[in-house]
């Protein structure tokens, strides 16, 4: 099973809004990323868990603020989004080894109006 | 600053016939590379790996070379069929977790 879910598929919120984006895999992997990607471009990544602790932040703005529950989990929360947030947020997911491949979710569209 | 790049935006070729898709990197530290595929709506699927201790990996219809003097890696894909139509990412990373992305070619497989 190499397979990471990711709820809601499409979100559309306020910018006064607080919603909340997840992902889950059973694969037993150690680290998970969120990614975000906006048309025609690729992923760039946002965050790390790695053992359920935050390793990277890419210098995300604080209205994103990721969770990591336990190791098959990860919540990104959203809070006070701008219209510019609006994009395809990709969940992934790896061993946590060095040189080893990522495992993408399907993704949630999410727009802000 | 862009240290991956995929300077080809679209390829389109033949069913049958070889696909070769490249890749160009700057920075010198980059030690993994990865080709993802993507369709419309979909994440992106892993496909092929290569560590920068290799110069050729093999998986059935997928190889990828490595030329670490020119920094730059190809995905050759053989023979190329219908299905085989997304758009392909290449990635690098130094370790394993910050992976970096070029910019995608779109590769149209036509009957």
């Known amino acids: 099973d190499t397979e990471v879910t990711q709820t809601p598929k499409h979100l559309v919120m306020g910018m006064t809004n607080k919603k909340s984006l997840k992902c889950e895999q059973h694969?037993?992997?150690?680290?998970m990323y969120w990614y975000k990607q906006k048309a025609k471009k690729p992923p760039e990544l946002m965050f790390v868990y790695s053992y359920e602790k935050l390793s990277i932040n890419e210098s995300v703005p604080s209205r994103f603020s990721p969770e990591c529950p336990n190791s098959s989990l990860l919540n990104l929360h959203l809070h006070a989004l701008q219209p510019e947030d609006s994009a395809l947020y990709l969940c992934a997911s790896s061993r946590g080894r060095d040189r080893d491949e990522q495992y993408f979710g399907p993704g949630t569209r999410l727009t802000v109006t | 600053d862009q240290q991956v790049k995929q300077n080809s935006p679209s390829l389109s070729v033949q069913e049958g016939r070889i696909s070769i898709l490249n890749c160009d990197y700057t920075n010198s530290m980059f030690d993994y590379f990865l080709w993802y595929k993507k369709y419309p709506a979909e994440g992106p699927t892993f496909l092929i790996s290569i560590s920068s201790i290799k110069d050729k990996n093999e998986d059935g219809r997928f190889t990828v070379f490595l030329n670490k003097s020119a920094k730059h890696l190809s995905l050759h894909i053989v023979p190329s069929q219908p299905g085989d139509s997304a758009v392909y990412f290449c990635a690098a990373s130094v370790g394993a977790q910050k992976l970096v992305f070029g910019q995608g070619t779109r590769l149209t497989i036509n009957p």
């Open positions: 694969m037993g992997h150690r680290a």
